[in-house]
C-alpha cells in the first residue's frame, strides 16, 4: 500500500550543491505534482506533469527542473541550490478525472541550504 | 489568477467542543471544486472533505461540514465534537472545474490545537 513515495525525507545541501528529489507513485495516476511549503505558509506549486514525457511550470518554477520519463515517476532537480530554497517539498499525485479529483500526497521532504 | 486566504493563522478548542475554521477565495469562474486538507504533526496531507460549487447542498463527513456561501466566496470548514487527533494544520484548496491537471491553490493554513 506504497502510494506517492518520496527520498530522501531529509537532506542538508551547502550553497551551490545540486541534488534530485525522486518521487514515485505505484497508483496509475497520470497527474503528478511537485509543491514546496515554506514555514508557515501553504503550498505553492513548483511544476506538474500530465503524463510521460509532459510536464509544465507551476506558480514557482525558478530554480528547479523535472522530468516525467515513465507514468511512475516524478523526479524534481534542485540545480545551484540557494537558502530561498530551503522547504519542505510535497510531491502529489491524482488520476485524470472531470471531477474534483482527491490529491494523493508524500510525506514530504524536508531540504535545508545553509 | 485564483486565490484563497485563511484569516486565522491559529485556532483552540476544547476537546468535544465545536469549531468553525474560515476560508474565502477569489475567482472569476463558475463551475470549481474546494477542499479541505489536514496536515498533522506528520506532515501527510490528508484530504477531509470536498465540495463541487455546482452543488448547493454542503458537503458533510462524518464530524465534519462545511458551509459553502457561493456568492460570498467563503467556504468554512465545522468540526464538531473536535478530538485529540484534530490538532493539525488545516488547508483550504480551490480547484479550477476547467479540463487539465487537477492543480489546487492553497491557503496559508490554520493551526488548530485540540486542549483536553
Known amino acids: 500500500n506504497a502510494g506517492v513515495t518520496q527520498t530522501p525525507k531529509f537532506r542538508i545541501l551547502k550553497i551551490g550543491q545540486s541534488m534530485t528529489l525522486q518521487c514515485a507513485q505505484d497508483?496509475?495516476?497520470?497527474?503528478m505534482y511537485w509543491y514546496r511549503q515554506d514555514p508557515g505558509m501553504g503550498l505553492k506549486l513548483i511544476y506538474y506533469s500530465v503524463g510521460a514525457g509532459i510536464t509544465d511550470k507551476g506558480e514557482v518554477p525558478n530554480g528547479y527542473n523535472v522530468s516525467r520519463s515513465t507514468t511512475e515517476d516524478f523526479p524534481l532537480r534542485l540545480e545551484l541550490a540557494a537558502p530561498s530554497q530551503t522547504s519542505v517539498y510535497f510531491c502529489?499525485?491524482?488520476?485524470?478525472?472531470?471531477?474534483?479529483?482527491?490529491?494523493?500526497f508524500g510525506e514530504g521532504s524536508r531540504l535545508t541550504v545553509l | 489568477a485564483q486565490t484563497v486566504t485563511q484569516s486565522q493563522p491559529e485556532m483552540s478548542v476544547q476537546e468535544a467542543e465545536t469549531v468553525t475554521l474560515s476560508c474565502t477565495y477569489d475567482t472569476s469562474e463558475s463551475d470549481y471544486y474546494l477542499f479541505w486538507y489536514k496536515q498533522p504533526p506528520s506532515r501527510q496531507m490528508i484530504l477531509v472533505i470536498r465540495q463541487e460549487a455546482y452543488k448547493q447542498q454542503n458537503a458533510t463527513e462524518n464530524r465534519f461540514s462545511v458551509n459553502f456561501q457561493k456568492a460570498a466566496k467563503s467556504f468554512s470548514l465545522k468540526i464538531s465534537d473536535s478530538q485529540l487527533g484534530d490538532a493539525a494544520m488545516y488547508f483550504c484548496a480551490y480547484r479550477s472545474y476547467l479540463q487539465g491537471a487537477q492543480k489546487l491553490v492553497f491557503g496559508q493554513g490554520t493551526r488548530l490545537t485540540i486542549n483536553p
Open positions: 497508483m496509475n495516476h497520470n497527474y
Open positions: 502529489a499525485s491524482s488520476q485524470r478525472s472531470s471531477g474534483g479529483g482527491e490529491l494523493f
